[in-house]
């Protein structure tokens, strides 16, 4: 598929962060049993960190098809610190405004399959969603002033953030969140390589399009589960 069939929009409306809620709750509670659904109004999957968080939404054609934020806080607020404790050593400071990715999933039939079965999206597709995502949460933390972003993580999704040229770096020890996962770290102040492949495999001018912006009272549905 071409490089343009997938679009990151930041959901800045209520109708567009329930979008971001509803494809939260298929993915986390119906798709990978996360959360438990039952305790999901209307079927939105939420928690006290939206209220200091960024959502965005993926796009591929007229679907909604995943979700991601960027938890905006103070360090020591984050939601990664819940469950997992940082080396004494490192650099971070306590009171320093950070981001962190969270809640970044895509549904099913947009993943490559691990099972055995043939994937529905080819694994260059599935790598193409992760960059578009990742490039929109670096230009929103880039224009607004911060510079760095956590996420927790597994050691697989570490290797293909330096495949992207971010070089994320272990900042405390892995936990059992979920399956093992590290919490990381890339600094936004030198992503010279990080632009590089940016710029060589993506066409597209802006990081991510503003739902505000281009929607009115037409409205994309949601992927099924």
Same mark, same amino acid.
């Given at each position: 598929?071409?490089?343009?069939?997938?679009?990151?929009?930041?959901? &800045?409306?209520?109708?567009?962060?329930?979008?971001?809620?509803?494809?939260?709750?298929?993915?986390?509670? #119906?798709?990978?049993?996360?959360?438990?659904?039952?305790?999901?109004?209307?079927?939105?999957?939420?928690?006290?960190?939206?209220?200091?968080?960024?959502?965005?939404?993926?796009?591929?054609?007229?679907?909604?098809?995943?979700?991601?934020?960027?938890?905006?806080?103070?360090?020591?607020?984050?939601?990664?610190?819940?469950?997992?404790?940082? &080396?004494? #050593?490192?650099?971070?400071? @306590?009171? #320093?405004?950070?981001?962190?990715?969270?809640?970044?999933?895509?549904? @099913?039939?947009?993943?490559?399959?691990?099972?055995g079965q043939p994937p529905k999206e080819s694994s260059e597709s599935e790598s193409e969603i992760m960059l578009k995502m990742i490039h929109a949460g670096v230009d929103y933390c880039r224009t607004n002033g911060l510079g760095h972003i956590i996420i927790l993580c597994r050691r697989s999704i570490s290797r293909v953030l330096n495949q992207f040229g971010l070089e994320a770096r272990p900042i405390g020890p892995a936990v059992f969140h979920h399956g093992p996962r590290v919490p990381f770290v890339f600094n936004l102040a030198n992503l010279h390589a990080f632009d590089a492949i940016v710029n060589s495999r993506l066409t597209a001018r802006r990081a991510y399009s503003v739902y505000s912006e281009i929607y009115s009272n037409e409205v994309p549905l949601a992927l099924a589960a």
């Amino acid at each position: 598929m071409p490089n343009n069939s997938y679009e990151v929009i930041l959901a &800045d409306t209520e109708e567009s962060k329930n979008i971001h809620y509803n494809l939260r709750y298929q993915i986390f509670c #119906l798709e990978k049993r996360f959360e438990e659904a039952s305790k999901c109004k209307d079927e939105m999957e939420k928690d006290t960190h939206d209220d200091n968080a960024i959502h965005f939404l993926v796009k591929s054609n007229n679907r909604w098809i995943g979700s991601f934020r960027l938890v905006i806080d103070q360090f020591g607020n984050l939601p990664f610190q819940k469950v997992s404790a940082l &080396d004494p #050593l490192q650099f971070l400071q @306590r009171n #320093l405004e950070i981001a962190e990715f969270s809640r970044l999933g895509v549904l @099913r039939p947009f993943q490559k399959l691990r099972n055995g079965q043939p994937p529905k999206e080819s694994s260059e597709s599935e790598s193409e969603i992760m960059l578009k995502m990742i490039h929109a949460g670096v230009d929103y933390c880039r224009t607004n002033g911060l510079g760095h972003i956590i996420i927790l993580c597994r050691r697989s999704i570490s290797r293909v953030l330096n495949q992207f040229g971010l070089e994320a770096r272990p900042i405390g020890p892995a936990v059992f969140h979920h399956g093992p996962r590290v919490p990381f770290v890339f600094n936004l102040a030198n992503l010279h390589a990080f632009d590089a492949i940016v710029n060589s495999r993506l066409t597209a001018r802006r990081a991510y399009s503003v739902y505000s912006e281009i929607y009115s009272n037409e409205v994309p549905l949601a992927l099924a589960a």
